[in-house]
Every structure is written in structure tokens, then in C-alpha cells.
């Protein structure tokens, strides 16, 4: 019997669009013609934007604090809430977003109020967590 997805990957057309391709490519040339410093955090800011039409916005304020997030959107030229949709369609892979829907308290888990252990920990597309 086939294995039936929780939360399945989407085809990459329904997450970036040839639009939304072009814009994605063309904010990575602005930050590689702008940028000065260590090349990781180049490349963590280009992964977290890649990443977040996957995920959404709020995802990532809960993997990220709050100062490496700013940190990412001076170096694209971004503000992630308003670059990015609120929820991905991929975002309940997330525990730390899955959780906070379940407990209704999405700031609190931002905040810390509420402590998620593993908040950032992924699962795979069966709902499954592997470690």
C-alpha cells in the first residue's frame, strides 16, 4: 500500500510561479551586488527566502529570533511578513508552528511565553519525525 502524505510537497508550480521565480532571482542578484561580509550569512538569508514560500511568514518568526530574521531582511532588501504568505503549504510540518495552532497562542510560542521544545524540528511529508 502506498504511502499517503499528511502534508505533502507541492509541485514547485504551485510554490513559484515563473513570476515569482524571476523575482526570487532577481532579489538574490540585488544581495550579491549589495552584500559585504561572511558568506554564510549570505547563504542562510537566500535558504530561509527559498524556504519561505514553503513555509510561510509565520514559520519563520518562530525558527528564527528575531534578530537574525532582521539580519536576513537587510540582506535581501525583504520584510518577510509582507514578502512572504502568512501560512505556507507546507507550515504544519513545522512542530513549533503545529503546536501553536493547536494551543491558539501563535505570539506566545513566538515570544517564549510558551515553551516549544523542538520548535524548530521538521517533519517529513508522512507527519513523521525522524532523528
Do not use: C
Not at 513555509?55 to 509582507?82: A, S
Amino acid at each position: 500500500m502506498a504511502r499517503k502524505d499528511k502534508y505533502p510537497t507541492p509541485p514547485t508550480k504551485d510554490v513559484h510561479s515563473p513570476e515569482r521565480a524571476e523575482q526570487l532571482v532577481q532579489i538574490v542578484n540585488d544581495a550579491l551586488n549589495r552584500f559585504s561580509g561572511s558568506a554564510d550569512e549570505l547563504e542562510k538569508a537566500v535558504g530561509m527566502m527559498m524556504l519561505g514560500d514553503y513555509l510561510g511568514w509565520k514559520v519563520l518568526v518562530i525558527i528564527h529570533n528575531k534578530r537574525t530574521l532582521r539580519k536576513y531582511e537587510e540582506i535581501l532588501g525583504i520584510n518577510v511578513r509582507e514578502f512572504f504568505l502568512e501560512e505556507g503549504l507546507i507550515a504544519k510540518r513545522v512542530l513549533g508552528y503545529e503546536i501553536a495552532l493547536k494551543l491558539g497562542s501563535f505570539w506566545k510560542v513566538v515570544s517564549g511565553d510558551v515553551s516549544v521544545e523542538n520548535r524548530r524540528d521538521m517533519t517529513d511529508p508522512a507527519g513523521e519525525l525522524k532523528k
